[in-house]
C-alpha cells in the first residue's frame, strides 16, 4: 500500500515553471513496483491525467501539456516530479498523483479509475 503526498504547487504568471513532487511512503521497493500519473482537476469538470510514468520509466503526455511538462520518478527517494514550464492560465487547476498497479503488458487507459491510490493535490495557479 502507498500514501501519497503532493508538494510544491502555487501561484505564477503565464510563462513561469514549477516543480511538483510526490512522495509515497512505504518501502522503495513499493513505490518502484506502480505506474505513476499526474492528473489535474479544474472545480466543476471532470479529472484528466495530464502524464504517467511506467515502472520502467516509458513516459506518456496528454497534448495539452506534451513539449512543456516532464515526469520523471526517483525510485530511491520514493518520490515523483512534474516539471512544468511555460505554464498557461489554462493550466491553473488542483493536480494529483496518483499510483496504479500495472503487471507486465497492462496499457493505462488514462482514467482516473485505473489507479488505486491519490494524494491530496496541490493548487496551481497561472495569472496572465
Known sequence: QVQLVESGGGSVQAGGSLRLSCTGSGSVYTFAAYCMGWFRQVPGQEREEIADIYTGGG???????????TISRDNAKNTLY?????L??????IYYCAAANCPWGW???HTPNAYTYWGQGTQVTVSS
Open 88 to 93: 498557461k492560465p489554462e493550466d491553473t487547476a
Open 107 to 109: 496499457v493505462n487507459p
Open 82 to 86: 512534474l516539471e512544468m514550464n511555460s
Open 59 to 69: 513516459t506518456w503526455y496528454d497534448d495539452s501539456v506534451e513539449g512543456r511538462f
